[in-house]
């Protein structure tokens, strides 16, 4: 511990970004680089805990999360940050995440939540720091392809390359296996490219990661669809082992009448045809659902709504408002949301402070379930009918309660829905025969992520469910590792 009174002496001071206003005039990352002596200071405010929840990774039943779930070194890189040895700080970083750069943009920070200076003060800049530390090592040239200096002659398929595949391959791969990543968009990244806007993490970071990846001796084949373009069959005769890494991906369902609209569109196929159209194009080819001069609301209120707000405000709409069905949060803890859970509290996310930048409120309506669409003759979506519900929680199911006299209507142009995963599709498990649980995902214990097919193994949401890019990392390093146990009857990957 470089600094012993550092949480005492240091405030957390997060890094600056760019004006909400300014920002949505571009598709560029907004978060601006630190000082080097701001960080360091940050870095001391690390206490190096004798039990650090920060990097539990761990989970309570019925309550939530703690901490990292790769299991940063969070206490030592904070240390080395404070004392300047930044290399030693990314070996550090490296040995547990393969991808700092993703989760130092777009992980929620759990770890925060259990930093024990939070306890009674603002947590260390965990994150901050990660990104930081990273963007250093590529900056100064540390980081470069290490392929494996020997092969083990085994071939593994890694299906999906979002965060799970990409981590698994990246494993195996240091474990010297021949490792091959089958993707069916015709870019590599899944999640990573196609679910998360470029002013989040821009494509241009993922492509890195890739290039490094290639250079160490991983196949990408893009614009492959297994099940289709290969059969399982096949795909089970030319590897010796196979890892589906292919998410949830199935929408979840709105139950309302009128649903088949037009300008009613899930969540993922709005981001997805935006950031392809700005790939290839920046929006020249305009195929893309444009949100321009449009009244939109915005279905669901997590993170993917929130991206939806910030790609329609780019778009130029007329209005976005987003509906949340639960409760607005409190500004504090609840009894049952004690440290070192992860926090439930109302938070401003940066969709949320651009919307009221460029509108002038807070974009979010809460305890709104819709009722039914409605549209013209031409058969187009022009607004929406609410009611206002309460929310309990029963033998662990949410019940919901209309609240009488509280229905009301809403002009919409477009209308995004952004509830949430029910699963992954099923076409490729039923021609691989792989047993599924009653959520539709594949049947996979945690730690072993075999399925009921010797030889494949799931990982990612697919096995767990819609979650997390770090907990998918998590699972594709631990899969890839049961994998080589697998392959080779023991193996050293952590």
């Not at 039943?61 to 890189?77: D, H, K, Q, R, T």
């Not at 603002?122 to 392929?147: L, M, N």
């Not at 929408?251 to 569109?265: C, F, M, S, T, Y």
């Not at 949340?324 to 803890?333: E, F, H, L, S």
Request: negative net charge; hydrophobic residues 35%; proline residues 5%.
């Amino acid at each position: 511990m470089g600094k012993p009174t550092g949480f005492l002496e240091y405030k957390r001071e997060a890094p600056q970004k760019k004006d909400p206003f300014e920002r949505t005039k571009n598709w560029q990352e907004f978060q601006l680089f630190m000082p080097e002596d701001k960080l360091r200071q940050q870095g001391a405010r690390c206490m190096d805990c004798a039990i650090p929840f920060c990097q539990a990774g761990t989970t309570m039943a019925g309550s939530g999360e703690i901490g990292c779930p790769v299991y940063n070194l969070i206490p030592e890189w904070n240390d080395l940050v404070y004392r300047g040895k930044w290399r030693e700080a990314l070996d550090r970083l490296h040995k547990t995440n393969n991808f700092p750069e993703f989760t130092g943009r777009v992980c929620p920070a759990p770890c925060e939540g259990s930093c024990t200076v939070a306890l009674n003060g603002d947590p260390v800049t965990i994150k901050s720091i990660e990104y930081h530390i990273v963007e250093r090592g590529f900056q100064e040239g540390w980081i470069q392809p290490e392929p494996p200096k020997t092969r083990t002659g085994k071939h593994v398929a890694v299906v999906g390359s979002g965060p799970a595949g990409l981590a698994a391959a990246a494993q195996l791969n240091k474990a010297g296996h021949t490792v091959t990543v089958f993707e069916r968009d015709d870019r590599i990244g899944g999640l990573l490219t196609y679910g998360i806007p470029d002013v989040k993490l821009a494509n241009e970071v993922v492509e890195r990661r890739v290039q490094l990846l290639e250079a160490e001796g991983i196949t990408f084949k893009t614009e492959v669809e297994i099940g289709v373009d290969i059969t399982a069959e096949e795909l089970e005769t030319s590897f010796d082992a196979v890892i589906l890494a292919t998410g949830a991906t199935k929408p979840r369902e709105v139950q309302a009448p009128g649903k088949e609209l037009n300008g009613i569109h899930y969540a993922m196929d709005f981001l997805t045809a935006n950031t392809k159209s700005l790939l290839n194009s920046q929006l020249a080819d305009g195929e893309f659902i444009s949100a321009k001069g449009k009244h939109v609301i915005v279905i669901g209120g997590g993170d993917t709504g929130a991206d939806c707000i910030t790609t329609s405000i780019r778009h130029g709409a007329a209005s976005v408002i987003q509906f949340d069905i639960n409760k607005q949060k409190g500004a504090m803890r609840s009894g049952d949301n004690v440290w070192p859970l992860y926090p439930i509290i109302h938070t401003v996310e940066d969709a949320h402070k651009e919307a009221m930048a460029v509108y002038g409120k807070d974009p979010r309506s809460y305890m709104l379930q819709t009722k039914a669409f409605f549209g013209n003759q031409d058969g187009q979506v022009t607004g929406l009918q609410t009611v206002e519900v309460t929310t309990e929680l029963k033998n662990g199911q949410k019940i919901r309660t209309e609240i009488p006299g509280t229905e009301r209507t809403w002009k919409a142009d477009l209308i995004l829905l952004a509830i949430g995963f029910t699963g992954p599709e099923q076409e490729l498990l039923q021609q691989l025969g792989i047993e599924t649980t009653s959520r539709t995902t594949v049947k996979a214990p945690y730690g072993k992520y075999t399925t009921s097919k010797p030889g494949i193994f799931a990982a990612g949401d697919n096995r767990r469910g819609q979650s997390l890019v770090v907990w998918a990392i998590h699972e594709g390093r631990e899969a890839a590792r049961e994998c080589d146990r697998y392959l080779m009857g023991s193996t050293r990957l952590p």
